[in-house]
């Protein structure tokens, strides 16, 4: 049984730092991808940073500057720096990973964490 198990969000000012983990725990699979999407109210949900094994990163126009994203393959790890965060971001942030088994490919999603950000 695979688990996405997210930390790190919260309440922030505008202008102000989070950084979001996620821990992709199991056995029996090999890592593809890893990344990080959002929901805001009444919005679609929508891709915010991928990274993949060999660390090459997408990110969305939205947030390109503002946020990094990075992994520790050795934990099945990866977080997302946000910073200059802005009322915009606001969002349940959930975490991805596209895990590689024997017999194809699995697309896996995390709980998810609200992010707010508000004065």
């Known amino acids: 049984q695979v688990q996405l198990v997210e930390s790190g969000g919260g309440l922030v000012q505008p202008g102000g730092s989070l950084r979001l983990s996620c821990a992709a725990s199991?056995?029996?699979?090999?890592?593809?991808?890893m990344g990080w999407y959002r929901q805001a109210p009444g919005k679609q949900r929508e891709m915010v940073a991928i990274?993949?094994?060999?660390?090459?990163?997408n990110y969305a126009g939205s947030v390109k500057g503002r946020f990094t994203i990075s992994r520790d393959n050795a934990k099945n790890t990866e977080y997302l720096q946000m910073n200059s965060l802005e009322p915009e971001d606001t969002a349940v942030y959930y975490c991805?990973?596209?895990?590689?088994?024997?017999?194809?490919?699995?697309?896996?999603w995390g709980q998810g964490t609200q992010v707010t950000v508000s004065s």
């Open positions: 199991g056995s029996g699979f090999s890592i593809v991808t």
């Open positions: 991805n990973a596209v895990l590689r088994y024997g017999w194809g490919l699995v697309n896996y």
């Open positions: 990274i993949t094994t060999g660390g090459i990163t």
